[in-house]
């Protein structure tokens, strides 16, 4: 049996069916409202009602623009009710409603305009949805997407660093990337690098020395100077940190304040720039009310934005950055300053090289010393003369003469006892003068007017460093710097010994060069024949030229010797080496020579005598050498080599070599047959050229093609005047640099 209480479940949906419409606009999940043209609300749901903590009949008659925040009126204002009226229709437009209580509720709102035949607005329907959830939800995603960006423009501006760094060469050149690059990425005022002088932890060196500045003044950048005074290294090792214009800063650093305020700063940024532990100094970071480039401050008056712990991190980044540069920079300048002391001493040991004499290389030297190392040179040498001045320089002309007046004596034995090089050449090691004040200059003058010359040069420091081989003394190099210019350094001082250490072997070398060419010529002139005797019918020249290395005197030699019943004999050879032994040994070979031709031996035998008695002349060196005979009467000529280059022959303006077969050299194992030897005939007219094999020796070539040399020259050269032949063989065979001797013998049977 049926309950007669019980409703129908049909007949209930029917009654709800029919009660959906109105109960469906009041209770929905959005507010529905609708005004007219003016914004007056004609009808409104309990569901806005209820958002809003108003009633029905409070918000009939009222404006829907008053329900909205500031900024919501400004735009339903400028922008809502121009969109609607041009559109007819707007979507989604993000506006907060005013609560009664005065919080805000984001709200999505959509509306249409109803408009009449005439096309005049007379209603307004809106939809609002509460849009909390969403507004949160985009709040959070621009925030990440805004801390993204931040974060990608930190990258970009420590990218943009860090290239711009790796092509930074000098201190100048990192302030200026490192003050741009932050300015702009913390969008600064102004910006400055300011460097430590000196060791940030001494107190007696808390200079700062600014390198590059933008925004800022040199007032401000000199007050923060004096603010950090001797708390320097305290200062460096707080980190980043602010200094902000408040009534404590104008208290403490009244001075500090008053710059800031002057030029419209409100913050300071000090961020320590390091590298390695090693604190540089600082990049000072100025924020004001207004950024560059910014109208109008977006910071309300006597607020300060907190810097966030990301660009802090930036900062730090910035300053390990820079730290990181100075130092490369640094140490690439000490290396190009290593380098030019380096290029000094190379163009020293290229000038000693090309030097003259002593002489020439120590007005060169002083002369490239001030031009590259100091404003005086000056060079005091030991001779048997005692100790002269050899060189006195000044690097600026107008002071030379000053320079000169200073000289009281050229000996640098007329001296105070405290003069620097006096102490170096007496001590034997470097005397560093490094302030030469009153009492230092009183020490190593002598009163009066020599004093007073050298106390007109301004002189800041000194260094003497003696000239010493093997506990030799040989003289001192004197270096001077005056108050114009830096004071010396350790690698100068080096420099300079360095320098002492090239002249010293290079006038060591001199003093024994001069003392064994002196020798060598004595002993050449002893040994050399006289011009060869006059001989009826036969014009003779003889040439002996040195090399231009080494000493001046070899082992070649040139003979001609009158022998009973009219002969003459020859003879021209060349003793191995270009010494004093090759020397003693062609004097040596030229007496045996004589000695054998009492016999009047054929050009061969007396090859192979000298062969036979090599060893029992005792020397260690082996000769070439070409002998022989020659009647001037019928020209009959015979001649044997040693291993020596053939004799020219010149005749009717042609030139050839006599085809002299050599045997061993001298002093080679003697070989199985006996020398061969050449016979012929010297015309009249004909001259015999007899040479040492310097005259066709090179180094850029190979011998044939100097004895192919000789014949072309010699074929144009021909004539009836040795002389002229000779010099004109010379002259055409014979460079400026000769490494070996050479000898000539022409004889011109007329």
């Known amino acids: 049996m049926s309950d007669p209480d019980a409703v129908d479940p049909s007949v209930q949906l029917d009654r709800l069916l029919e009660d959906d419409p109105a109960d469906l606009y009041e209770n929905a999940p959005m507010g529905y409202l609708s005004t007219l043209p003016d914004g007056r609300i004609v009808k409104v749901n309990r569901t806005f009602c209820a958002w809003t903590g108003r009633s029905p009949e409070d918000l009939i008659g009222s404006r829907f623009q008053d329900l909205l925040s500031v900024g919501g009126r400004v735009f339903h204002e400028t922008h809502l009710m121009p969109l609607l009226r041009m559109q007819g229709a707007v979507r989604e437009i993000a506006i907060d409603v005013q609560r009664l209580d005065g919080s805000l509720l984001p709200c999505l709102l959509n509306a249409v305009e109803l408009r009449g035949a005439d096309g005049a607005p007379q209603l307004v329907r809106a939809t609002l949805f509460e849009a909390t959830a969403r507004r949160r939800y985009e709040r959070e995603l621009l925030a990440a997407q805004r801390q993204a960006e931040e974060s990608e423009a930190r990258s970009r501006t420590v990218q943009r660093v860090v290239f711009d760094l790796a092509a930074a060469t000098t201190e100048e050149d990192v302030a200026s990337v490192i003050v741009q690059r932050s300015r702009a990425g913390m ?13 940030a932890d001494d107190p007696e060196l808390p200079a700062l020395r600014p390198v590059h500045a933008e925004g800022l003044s040199r007032e401000l950048l000199r007050r923060l100077r004096e603010a950090a ?67 109008i401050s977006l910071v309300e008056p006597g607020e300060r934005r907190a810097i966030p712990a990301s ?8 300053g390990r950055q820079a730290g990181q540069a100075l130092e490369r920079v640094r140490l690439h300048q000490e290396t190009v300053r290593q380098a030019e002391r ?110 007073e010359s050298v106390r007109a040069l301004e002189l800041a420091a000194v260094v003497s460093v003696p000239l010493a081989i093997e506990g030799r003394r040989l003289g001192v190099i004197t270096l001077a710097a005056d108050r114009h210019r830096a004071p010396f350094t350790a690698a100068d001082v080096e420099v300079a010994e360095q320098l002492a250490l090239q002249v010293a072997q290079v006038v060591d070398k001199a003093q024994r060069f001069e003392l064994e060419s002196q020798t060598s010529h004595t002993l050449q002139e002893s040994l050399l024949p006289t011009d060869p005797p006059p001989v009826p019918g036969l014009r003779t020249a003889v040439r002996y030229v040195a090399a231009t290395q080494g000493v001046s005197v070899g082992g070649d030699f040139y003979d001609v010797v009158a022998l009973p019943g009219g002969l003459l004999g020859l003879a021209v050879g060349d003793v191995v080496g270009h010494d004093i032994t090759a020397a003693a040994t062609m004097g040596q070979l030229r007496s045996v020579y004589r000695a054998y031709l009492a016999g009047q031996p054929s050009p061969s035998a007396l090859i192979e005598r000298l062969q036979g008695s090599w060893s029992l002349l005792g020397v260690q060196r082996m000769a070439t050498a070409l002998f022989g005979t020659l009647d001037p009467v019928s020209g009959e000529l015979r001649v044997a080599s040693a291993g020596h280059l053939p004799p020219l022959l010149c005749s009717n303006g042609t030139a050839s070599f006599l085809p002299v ?89 007329v």
């Open 187 to 199: 969008k600064a005022r102004g910006a400055a690098l300011v460097l430590v002088q000196g060791k």
């Open 342 to 451: 380096a290029a000094f001493l190379l163009e020293a040991a290229r000038l000693v090289a090309d030097a003259v004499d002593v002489q020439d290389m120590v007005t060169r030297l002083a002369e490239l010393a001030v031009a590259r190392l100091a404003d005086i040179c000056v060079i005091d040498l030991v001779t048997e003369k005692g100790t002269t001045r050899e060189a006195a320089r000044h690097r600026d002309p107008a002071r030379q003469e000053v320079l000169d007046r200073a000289r009281s004596a050229q000996q640098l034995t007329v001296q105070a006892g405290g003069h620097p090089g006096l102490r170096a050449l007496r001590e034997g090691r470097t005397q560093w003068t490094r302030d030469v004040d009153d009492s230092r200059l009183a020490a190593m003058t002598l009163e009066g007017a020599q004093r």
């Open 311 to 318: 660009e802090i991190d930036l900062l730090y980044t910035l």
């Open 661 to 749: 077969r050599p045997t061993r050299m001298l002093g080679a194992p003697p070989a199985d047959e006996p020398a061969e030897e050449w016979a012929g005939e010297l015309r009249a007219g004909s001259t015999l050229v007899l040479y040492t094999d310097g005259l066709v020796e090179s180094r850029s070539a190979d011998i044939d093609e100097g004895l192919d040399r000789l014949l072309e020259v010699a074929a144009r050269a021909c004539s009836a005047d040795p002389d002229a032949l000779c010099d004109r063989l010379l002259a055409e065979m014979a460079g400026e640099h000769r490494p070996d001797d050479i000898a000539l013998l022409a004889l011109t049977r």
């Open 229 to 295: 005074g001797s708390r320097l290294a305290l200062e460096l090792a707080q980190g980043v940190r602010s200094i902000v214009l408040e009534e404590r800063l104008r208290r403490d650093q009244p001075e500090l304040a008053a710059a800031m305020a002057t030029t419209g700063l409100t913050e300071l940024v000090i961020v320590p720039v390091s590298a390695d532990s090693k604190r540089l100094g600082v990049l000072v970071l100025a924020l004001g009310d207004a950024a560059p480039g910014q109208l």
